[in-house]
């Protein structure tokens, strides 16, 4: 059974070898190629999972060394893998949403020409995406970590003849960049306090080590999951990367990748639970974030802007339940999988709007599509009503499970956790309806572009809304699946483990309490799109608005800090080099040329002149002579 | 007496130079199949090499051969190579081919240029390659001082000769104005190195009459001069050592080089052709930092021991002020040249760390650099051949017309931003990890260059390669089968030692064990030690 | 007679002294003087003195030969080429570089200083005198030295005198590579260049200035550069004489006028009487 | 008196020349100085061959008239061809070394 997980990895790497160096000769059967070998590493992640059942929650855990990898002196890394319950968890929704949406993008990428080449980078970010969560120990991770960013690089870049996307992909790269920091630092941190960094001794020893330089470990960790998780402060990128393809958009920054941050933290619960602070840290950027991603999601015109705002919010949320410690990490893990199918779901039906209105991407030039395509519509609708968390639907029990442990903090922490979080509930009603009204309700509000051709809606073809649907099944029940009888708890309990936390008021009030604030959004959505029609072009708004449309400031402080910042540093920079470094030596190079000019007057070429030096040295020599005599 | 090896590995480029060189002017064609066919000669005995040589004998030196020379001043003609060295020699010989190939073309006579600019001396470029090969094999192979500096200095001169003699096409510029610009890249060159030199020299100088003072009869044997410090027979007053070990460390630091001696290499590194650049930077400048493991280290612990914190600083400023001058750099070469000098200051981090992590990665980190470096810079020689341009901002959108070469130059660039799962991010880490292990605060500033590497290498492929198509950049071809045959082993090259680098790491641990025990340094222990057992897992 | 001597005979000493000078003389002459027959001769006369030394020195053979081969050969031919090169601007003793003459005296001064320090502290007290090296003659001891010890280096000297005198040959001689120039066609070459056709104006204004270093004079009385030869007026030997010649024709005439004047008051006597 | 006074009168000589030749610029004369030079020379010999009382000195004195005659012709050969061509004995004018 072991070898099969390096096969899960490998499947999909071969795929992208296969169609990245095969040539022209692939350019039609390459979708198909790159889906198969999506299915494959699913079916394989089945067989695995169906062994994992077969045997009982202690011993589920498989690891396996395929061979060392980098072994010098006291420092040994392996490739090695690690399969236990936390990412078999993974491995599925990864294949699974991942063999999706590989089906959506034959649809949806037939009539683009270098698709090949598409299908090759969704197969290598899929191989990374799950070397990420079988690795063994840190390094391996830190591999799948930075491939899936270069995954998402070479994806959000795939239209590279446009300069946005060009600058999006390499904005992307750079935040993430930042982030891997942070986790190169923690691996090194882990090397100097255990000598190791294979998940088994470093979890185990994380009790023996001392806080500070948990602390230290666990900060450098929650950096680099704010940069692979868009979270504040590294969240700008996620915005732009919405400049990829919408299945990118889906599969990468909405389902799985973006999900990476929560899964280290997840996976490194027990050093976050020895640093209390470094949990602090983490609530504290799950909060923010959440709010922030939720307010930004309401400002925003651009349908995928929205949901990327709103996946920001949603995985603020399963940051805030992971750094909870053990009351939170299956919630988080749980919200995780739910807002893998439903936020999928969403992204496929906003790409399959945007296929249908000739890639218009503005909300406001929607309007009423219910009626021309059906089965985007209603898919699109059970994913929203699963997002908001509307009784029943997968959305509903995860996310008010957070925010029950949210509260369960306990002291004010808990009442500000969980107010933020139940906040945060009302905000992305709102912003759900708001989208969803705007698109499929009111009056068709498009007209001819500039070059005349009126979009005509229509409805996509197979490949795309089979996807839809069944990511749409996902979202309606995977949610009760897990919840009924804890299945889920049950399940990753042997590796999280887990706390029961008491609420300081009982599980019903919260949940009344998010239902009203649930229909407090709706209704103030429904309010302000649904009665009165909505204008095509976006009113001024408040200044918060207004700050949101610019994702509230942040980007701009970026800019201004940043990047001109180091562009000046970098100049001042050349300059010094070219005049100060270089200048010194140049400098010394024309003293010397000075000298020997002047030197070289003694040469005037005139016999006599040499006479001279030669008489003048004679003197000398016998006035040697004689002194030699003399001493 | 067996076969000797090394002296052989030495000896067959020299020939192929002198061979090469005496191929009539009418048959260019020739001159360059006998240029390969030497270089991969070479290759050969390379190999043989790394199949003779066993990580796990006792001795220091392997392979080893020792004849007197000069008498009189005690001066020996040995030969012998260690982990360290013979890995270095194997990549040498194995970039030699590529440099050869990608060049084929780089002397021939200059289409369209003025007649008096048109003629190219085919011949003595590749010759002056050879020539350069088979200095910097024996300066890998000689483990007596003297000789070493011997050929540590006589490579200045065919190097001197190939970045003043041949350069790209003018493109927008004069050909006068070219040739002025490239006399000065190889005159600063030549005078930069020669000034190391010469302090090495005296140096050099002093170290005999020290050894000549103590041990009766004065010698450049370096197994010699360690054993007799072993057994106390040779003891430096502090005073002498350090300023010993700063002549040979000044040398070696312009070669490497180190801030802020490093601005020739971007003038060299510019004007010169690519495969002259990839010479450069990818094999001589090796010279410099393997001579830091080999002879600063094993000659001068204690200086050494005594210089690491002011070099460790200057490491770190070539690593991020590299950095930051690449990203503010409009010339293609010049912006690798940068990349360049922030990465020798990774491989000086990692040798100065003093731990096994550190020189084990620096080690490896200068096979590839070697590598990756060779990759980037040849697919940006064939750009620029193409467009006939340096600038970075005459091209963009090139992946639409050539999505081979686009692809090639991403790996490349890949590469030296050293991404996992590629050879360079191996030795990168441990550098890091070494470094980190003994200096915290030195590994976090070295790991800001890595946000940096990235940033320089994105930003140049999305100016060049993304975006509209430029003018200048419509209908450019893709790469051609040579130009193939040359970048696609490298990237399996990069690709194989990034996933299974275990073949080199095993051959070079011994020896930075070696060193390390030279130096009486022993890596610091973890606060809560795992046992082995465990740490497999 | 081998005996070491300390002194030499009194004679000896006087002559020394005497001609000493007149050698030192002679030497600063040669350097000095301006025009290089001057010098020539200067060094002719020091040489001279030098043969005397040798003479008193013991050295008869040397003597003669300086006088004979020196003074008669050698300074014969340095004035035969000073009259071939004749004068130039090469004599004048104006110093044209620049720092040259103080740089030149100071090492002077120095060699000289050093080189009268060196032989004063090497102990040469007594001597022993030539008595028994010149006992068989000294032109044989001599001979018996150059034919014996010396044999080679007579033999290359010899060599040496051939080709330096083949050499000399050489160098002075010059190839005529085109035909001479015949009288009619220097004829030609004038008339034709145009200026000064008729043959230059003889020198010499008066009857009673007919000499070659009096120029000519033109009407308006300025002398005319054409009539004399360049040499002399190169070694500045003109005699000038527009001047005089000027003052002496207002002089006559004066006297013309007074003459008349006188004769004319003679007849009115005469008349009156 | 002591013969060494020769010796003295020869150094003085000798640097008469010595400046004569660097003060010169006929080439004649300076000619005429390197012959001062080498009679002095010449004087020393006689007078050291005097003070050892045996004739080598004078045998080298006399070589040195051999090789200063050779000299001689050949120099004044070289002067007037230069003059020949330069039209001038001035040794400033045969500057050609001069850059």
């Known amino acids: ?173 750079l935040v993430n960049r930042v982030g891997d920091m942070g986790l190169s630092i923690a691996i090194m941190l882990m090397f100097t306090t255990f000598g190791t960094f294979a998940f088994g001794p470093v979890l185990e020893g994380a009790g023996q080590a001392g806080e500070g330089k948990l602390t230290a470990v666990g900060l450098m960790l929650l950096l680099a999951a704010c940069g692979k998780s868009a979270q504040v402060p590294l969240q700008s990128w996620l915005g732009d990367a919405m400049e990829g393809p919408t299945p990118v958009s889906a599969l990468i920054h909405a389902a799985t990748m973006v999900t990476a941050g929560v899964y280290l933290i997840t996976r490194s619960g027990a050093l976050f639970d020895a640093a209390p602070t470094a949990q602090t840290a983490v609530v504290t950027v799950g909060a923010v974030t959440l709010l922030f991603g939720a307010i930004v999601g309401c400002a925003k015109d651009d349908i995928k802007k929205a949901l990327a705002g709103s996946t920001m919010s949603q995985i603020g949320y399963m940051i805030l339940a992971a750094g909870l410690g053990p009351v939170g990490y299956v919630f988080a893990i749980m919200h995780l999988v739910t807002h893998g199918f439903f936020k999928a779901g969403l992204f496929l039906g906003a790409g399959s709007v945007m296929h249908g209105m000739n890639d218009e991407v503005d909300m406001r030039r929607y309007g009423g599509l219910r009626k021309y395509m059906p089965v985007t519509f209603v898919t699109f609708g059970l994913g929203y009503l699963a997002i908001i968390g509307f009784p029943g639907l997968s959305g509903f029990f995860s996310k008010d499970k957070i925010i029950e442990a949210a509260f369960a903090k ?222 | 007496m067996s076969f000797p090896l090394l002296t052989a590995t030495a000896v067959v480029p020299a020939v192929g130079a002198v061979a090469t060189a005496a191929v009539p002017a009418a048959r260019r064609a020739a001159a360059k199949w006998l240029a390969l066919g030497f270089s991969l000669a070479t290759l050969v005995l390379a190999a043989v090499q790394l199949v003779r040589f066993d990580p796990d004998a006792a001795g220091p030196f392997q392979l080893t051969e020792s004849h007197a020379w000069i008498k009189d001043f005690g001066v020996r003609y040995e030969l012998g190579v260690d982990g360290i060295a013979v890995v270095l020699i194997a990549l040498t010989a194995l970039l030699i081919p590529f440099i050869v190939l990608a060049g084929w073309h780089d002397a021939d006579p200059l289409e369209g240029a003025s007649p008096n600019w048109r003629w190219r001396p085919t011949q003595g470029f590749f010759a002056l390659i050879l020539m350069v090969e088979a200095m910097v094999v024996i300066s890998f192979e000689a483990t007596d001082v003297f000789l070493f500096y011997l050929f540590f200095e006589a490579m200045l001169i065919p190097m001197y000769f190939l970045i003043g003699g041949f350069g790209d096409r003018a493109g927008e510029r004069s050909e006068e104005e070219t040739a002025a610009q490239r006399s000065y890249a190889a005159v600063k060159f030549l005078l930069y190195n020669l000034a190391g030199g010469l302090i090495m020299m005296a140096a050099v100088i002093g170290l005999y009459a020290v050894t000549a003072d103590q041990l009766g009869m004065g010698t450049f044997s370096l197994q010699e001069i360690v054993q007799a410090r072993a057994d106390g027979r040779l003891d430096l007053a502090p005073a002498a050592e350090r300023s010993l070990f700063l002549g040979f460390f000044f040398a070696f630091a312009v070669k490497a080089p180190l801030w802020p001696l490093h601005t020739w290499l971007p003038n060299a590194m510019g004007e010169a052709t690519a495969p002259v650049a990839v010479l450069i930077t990818a094999v001589v400048d090796k010279v410099g930092t393997f001579a830091m493991l080999r002879f600063c280290l094993q000659l001068f612990p204690e200086a050494s021991k005594w210089a690491t914190p002011v070099i460790v600083a200057l490491a770190l400023v070539s690593i991020v002020y590299g950095a930051l001058l690449a990203v503010g750099q409009r010339d293609i070469k010049r912006l690798v040249a940068y990349a360049s000098i922030s990465h020798f200051g990774f491989i000086v981090l990692g040798i100065f760390a003093m731990t096994t992590q550190g020189q084990g990665g ?115 071809p893709d790469l051609r089968v040579r130009e193939l045959a040359v970048v696609a082993p490298l990237i399996a090259l990069l690709l194989f030692l990034g996933v299974y680098p275990k073949p080199l790491t095993e051959i070079i641990d011994p020896a930075v064990g070696h060193t390390m025990s030279q130096v009486e340094k022993s890596d610091p222990k973890p606060d809560v030690p795992v046992n082995e057992a465990e740490a497999a897992k | 007679m081998n005996t070491a001597a300390t002194a030499t005979s009194t004679g000896e000493a006087v002559q020394f002294w005497i001609l000493g000078i007149v050698a030192v003389a002679g030497a600063l002459a040669t350097v000095l003087m301006k025009k290089s027959v001057h010098s020539a001769l200067s060094l002719a006369g020091t040489m001279i003195v030098l043969a005397v030394f040798y003479l008193a020195n013991g050295a008869y053979f040397l003597g003669i030969v300086q006088i004979v081969v020196y003074t008669g ?27 040259q003459r103080w740089l030149a005296g100071l090492c002077a001064l120095g060699f000289g200083i050093l080189l009268i320090a060196g032989i004063g502290n090497a102990s040469l007290k007594e001597f022993t005198g030539l008595g028994q090296a010149n006992s068989g003659g000294n032109v044989e001891g001599l001979a018996a030295l150059v034919f014996t010890k010396y044999v080679f280096a007579f033999e290359i000297t010899g060599a040496l005198l051939i080709t330096a005198a083949v050499g000399a040959m050489v160098l002075t001689h010059r190839e005529r590579t085109e035909r001479a120039v015949t009288q009619r066609e220097l004829a030609e070459r004038r008339v034709r260049s145009g200026k000064q056709v008729p043959p230059l104006p003889a020198p010499g204004v008066y009857a009673r200035h007919n000499a070659v270093d009096v120029p000519g004079l033109l009407p308006d009385g300025t002398p005319s550069e054409l009539t004399v030869n360049p040499t002399l007026r190169a070694r500045g030997q003109i005699r000038d004489v527009s001047g005089t010649a000027l003052r002496e024709l207002a002089a006559l005439e004066q006297r013309a006028q007074e003459w008349r004047e006188h004769g004319r008051s003679e007849d009115a006597k005469g008349a009156g009487k | 008196m002591n013969p060494v006074n020769y010796l003295y009168l020869a150094a003085l000589l000798f640097t008469i020349g010595a400046t004569g030749v660097l ?77």
């Open chain 1, 1 to 173: 059974m072991e070898n099969l997980i390096g096969l899960l990895v490998a499947a999909p790497l071969l795929g992208a070898a296969v169609l990245l160096c095969g040539g022209r000769r692939l350019d039609r059967s390459g979708p198909w190629v790159g889906t198969l070998l999506a299915a494959v590493s699913f079916a394989l992640a089945v067989a695995l999972f169906a062994d994992m059942l077969g045997r009982s929650g202690e011993e589920r855990t498989l690891t396996t060394t395929v061979f060392s990898w980098v072994p010098v002196g006291g420092f040994r890394a392996d490739v090695g893998f690690q399969l236990d319950q936390l990412s078999m968890t993974f491995v599925l929704l990864i294949t699974g949403v991942g063999t999706l949406i590989h089906l959506y993008s034959v649809g949806y990428m037939e009539h683009d020409e270098r698709r090949r080449r598409f299908f090759g980078y969704l197969n290598l970010f899929l191989a990374a995406m799950l070397l990420l969560v079988v690795a063994g120990n840190y390094l391996l991770l830190y591999v799948g970590w930075e491939g899936v960013g270069l995954a998402s690089y070479l994806l959000i870049g795939f239209w590279q003849h446009k300069p946005s996307a060009a600058t999006a992909a390499k904005k992307a790269f």
């Open chain 1, 410 to 631: 306990g002291g004010t922490e808990g009442w500000i956790l969980g107010g933020a979080a139940l906040l945060g509930a009302g905000i992305t009603a709102f912003y759900m309806t708001r989208v969803m009204l705007m698109t499929f309700f009111g009056e068709r509000r498009w007209q001819p572009d500039a070059d005349g051709n009126a979009p005509h809606p229509h409805e996509s073809p197979k490949t795309m809304t089979v996807p839809m649907v069944i990511l749409a099944f996902g979202s309606v029940f995977a949610g009760g699946l897990f919840a009924v009888n804890d299945t889920f708890l049950k399940w990753l309990e042997p590796v999280t483990g887990h706390a029961h936390g008491n609420p300081p008021v009982s599980a019903l009030t919260v949940t009344a309490a998010t239902m009203v604030v649930l229909v407090l959004g709706v209704a103030l959505a429904w309010a302000r799109y649904g009665r009165k029609p909505v204008p095509v072009t976006a009113p001024r708004g408040s200044w918060l608005t207004r700050a949101a449309r610019r994702d509230l400031l942040q980007d701009d402080f970026n800019h201004i800090v940043l990047v001109r910042g180091g562009e000046h540093l970098t100049r001042s920079l050349v300059y010094v080099d070219h005049t100060l470094v270089d200048g010194v030596v140049n400098g010394t190079a024309a003293s010397v040329g000075g000298l020997s000019g002047r030197m070289r007057r003694l040469q005037n070429g005139y016999a006599r002149s040499y006479a001279v030096s030669m008489f003048g040295g004679a003197a000398v020599l016998i006035a040697a002579t004689l002194l030699m005599r003399a001493v």
């Open chain 2, 362 to 476: 620096a080690t490896l980190y200068m096979v590839n650099h070697g590598i990756s470096t060779a990759a980037l810079m040849l697919v940006a020689g064939f750009l620029i051949s193409r467009r006939g341009s340096r600038l970075i901002a005459d091209y963009g959108g090139v992946q639409k017309v050539a999505p081979v070469l686009a692809g090639t130059f991403l790996v490349g660039g890949l590469a030296t931003l050293s991404l996992p799962g590629l050879a360079p991010f191996v030795s990168e880490f441990l550098v890091l990890v070494g470094t980190f292990s003994r200096y915290p605060a030195a590994g976090i500033i070295a790991t800001v260059g890595i946000v940096l590497a990235a940033l320089y290498v994105l930003v140049l492929y999305q100016r060049t390669m993304t975006g509209p198509v430029k003018d200048g950049v419509r209908g450019m």
């Open chain 3, 73 to 99: 050969a050698i300074m014969m031919l340095f004035l035969f080429v000073v009259m071939l090169v004749g004068v130039t601007a090469a004599d004048s003793l104006k110093e044209t570089l620049k720092g």
């Open chain 4, 23 to 99: 003060l010169r610029r006929n080439a004649i004369v300076v000619f005429m100085c390197v012959e001062l030079m080498l009679n002095a020379c010449n004087l020393a010999f006689v007078t050291f061959s005097r003070l050892h009382g045996n004739l080598d000195g004078q045998i080298i004195a006399f070589f040195t008239m051999v090789v200063a005659a050779a000299e001689v012709v050949i120099g004044l050969a070289i002067i007037v061809t230069i003059f020949r061509s330069r039209h001038s004995a001035s040794v400033d004018d045969a500057n050609l070394l001069k850059l």
